[in-house]
């Protein structure tokens, strides 16, 4: 037989028989269920839950076949408006239809009918009532926070039905377990999965209880470890004996003491300090954190050196240690006098280009000296994992600070001249990318709060005077040019490097091997410049010059002679080789490289034969262009045939690369001898670019090329028009013996050379 009902849905809510809940009604329809349920239906419904809880509008498909008809025990009106119903469950029904009321299209109704239950023995019925009471009995006694009064209910309960769902409503069960609970009408079917569950949350408990007290008994051990280690340090400090890690902990809280830090690193240090006292010994831990400890309170974070006040006592210094490099010594001397008339001036950050043996490295330490202030070089070359300037993070094994904080440590001063050297050979790779790294160090408007990865607290950067060195501008990251001061260190002439020789390297060699009375003339100096060296900076020469004091001490000897250095050197080395000799299709090309100026000969040959182009001595791409340019210019402007010509370019000494966008006038040059049969003159040299219309572009390093063709006893160069701007920086001696010629295009060459 089939009964209508209303039906009301609960989200996430399931009432079983026998259980009782509260719900508190806020909406229209659900109050006109409920009146009803109280007017026309004896105050009962039917409860049902949607399968899917998160749906917000439910379909009849949504809806199970099993609900539970509730009755309305109890209905309080309450001054907000809402109603409170306390519901209790009667029993189990089977939905047979959902459809919506006949007195009103919102409220559902459905038809059920009765629950036919299948018939068991009584024995196994009571069998499992006495197991769930059993097992009931064995989770209260589990759990801390259940009461002992559910027993009472559940034994007055007189069947099996009654007795599943008490215990079920009762038992902290998910939504979905209790639902799979009201939608199971067997008691049987119902008595044996709740014993599984229970005999579950027994388990868990009992797991749980035994983890509370082992943790429990772990916490009292560690409280007991902690008053005896107190009671140990009253003790001991009743007797006046103390550990090693106390005496540590005392003296660097002494030492934090003493120092003026802020306040937030101040209260940092001091928990390190307190957090160390209290490792044990045998931790691994210890010695990481006094480590960290010591490098903290190690660092200079208010410690300078005085700067002098006097720029011209800075720069006599400079002058009595250097020759020359007047520009770096002008610069430094000013920042001196304007340091002292304003102690807040920021520190210039200055990059020294030039080729190696000009004095990069050792004017910055002469700076150092002539400022009274630490010296502390870093090498960058080939770096490329950011972490060597920055540091670690402690969390790593063998972590370190970088070694900007390991530099100002070693100084123990906060503004040491600190030297970057070989900028333009550092590398980025997936390890990091270096010069971002150290455009954060060095720019003065980020290295004020400086952040090293190990210590993980700011240190003041800006007053460190940095100076970075580099061979050549091709190679230093754009991003650290731009904020970088350039000074550029050119090459020496060969009497620039015999008065270096004679004011610096010898008096240095004779103080060293004390040989006061050793004496050497000028014109051997030049033979072994000009000999036994054939480099832009002294280096070499020092190394020279060394070997024949060496020697000289050994065979007793004070005075050098010109045997003396061919017994000792040996046969003078052919420098000059690479110098035109003014054959046909022979030129001077100047270059530069990272070593600086050269100057390197050009031969042509053009060869009746099918086309063909070669160029060899280790040239690049840029060359090759230069050379397509110039035969291009050649067929166009004087209708010079090179079809059916083998032309082989060849640049001599194949060990320097030349690669260079400044030998197409010098490649126009030996291409027009060859065709026109005229030599060029062996003491001429080309420098410049060529254009398709003939146009000789402005090149760059003209400085290190004429002071290389003067070392090479060349006498006339020709260079771009637009490069007389530069002829300020070129030394006297070099404008004074030279013939240089500006020139806007090949045209004015050829009208001199081959007209």
Known sequence: MNNIIPVILLKELIILPNQEIKIELNNKLSKLIMKRAMDEFDSRLLVVTPTDAKEEEPSVDDLPNVGVIAKIKNKIQLSNGNIRITLRGLKRVIVSKYFVSENDDNILDCSYQELQLPKFAATEENALKRKLIVTLKEYIDSADNVSNSILTTVTKAKNLGAITDIIASFLPFNFEKKSEYMQNYNPLNRAISLLNDLQEEVAINKLDAELDEKVSARLENDQKEYILKEKLKVIKAELGDKTAQEEDAERFLEKLDSLKLPSSIKNKITYEIEKYSLITETSPELSVSRTYIDWVLNLPWNKTTKDPKDKDEVLKYLNKTHYGLAKIKERISEFAYLKNKNIALRAPIICLIGPPGVGKTSIAMAIAEALNRKFYKISVGGLNDSTELIGSRRTYLGASPGKIIQGLRKCGSKNPVMLIDEVDKMTR?????????????????????????????????????????????DNIPPVLLDRVEVIELSSYTIFEKKDIAKLFLIPRLQELYQMSHFTISDNIIYDVIKNYTAEAGVRELDRTLDKIMR?????DKTKVTKKDVLEILGKPKSYNLSISNGALGEVNVLGINNHGGFCSKLEIAAIDDADHLYLTGCVGNIMEESVLVALSYLKNEYHLNFDKKHIHLHFIDASTTKNGPSAGVAILVGLVSIMTKKEVDARTAFTGEISLLGDIIKIGGLKEKLIAAYNRNITTVYIPKDNVVDLEDIPDVVKNNMTIIPVNNFKEIYTKIFK
Do not use: C, R, W
């Open 429 to 473: 790779d997936y390890h990091g990318d270096p010069a971002s790294t150290l455009l954060e160090i060095i720019d003065p408007v980020q290295n004020k709060y400086f952040t090293d990865n190990y210590l993980e607290e700011t240190f003041d950067l800006s007053e460190i005077l940095f100076i970075l060195t580099a061979n050549s501008y």
């Open 551 to 555: 020697k000289m001490i050994i065979a």
